[in-house]
């Protein structure tokens, strides 16, 4: 599975990651041409456990997340997007360092387009 995401930073994205990361096996990459000054990344997911608790439990959680952006209120989407979700502290605890691990190709490239824009002469 190919998705483009942007601000790996960002704290939705970061969730999502680890979300994968519990069914998956993740790798990001950026490309050097094109978006490289921009936020936007790939996350390639292979091995994708998709029978697994996991993944099931992400998919379900997705789906009634799309339930209630399309047909509930947008106080009742805002409420729902992070209720029941690990907390900030959690997630940095047990995928902090594979964050780091895996965004390091990806801040690395963005670091240099952004370091060569002609914007910067």
Request: glycine share 4%.
């Amino acid at each position: 599975m190919v998705v483009l995401l942007h601000k790996l930073e960002a704290w939705d994205t970061s969730l999502l990651l680890y979300k994968f990361s519990r069914f998956a096996t993740l790798k990001l990459y950026k490309l050097k041409s094109g978006h490289a000054k921009r936020s936007s990344f790939y996350m390639i997911a292979h091995d994708i456990q998709s029978e697994g608790l996991e993944a099931m439990q992400a998919v379900k959680r997705w789906k009634e997340i799309w339930r209630i952006a399309t047909f509930g209120t947008e106080e009742d989407y805002f409420e729902s997007l992070y209720k029941g979700e690990p907390s900030v502290e959690e997630v940095l605890h047990t995928f902090g360092s594979e964050v780091i691990r895996l965004g390091k190709d990806v801040w690395v490239t963005q670091a240099h387009a952004l370091q060569n824009a002609p914007s910067n002469k």
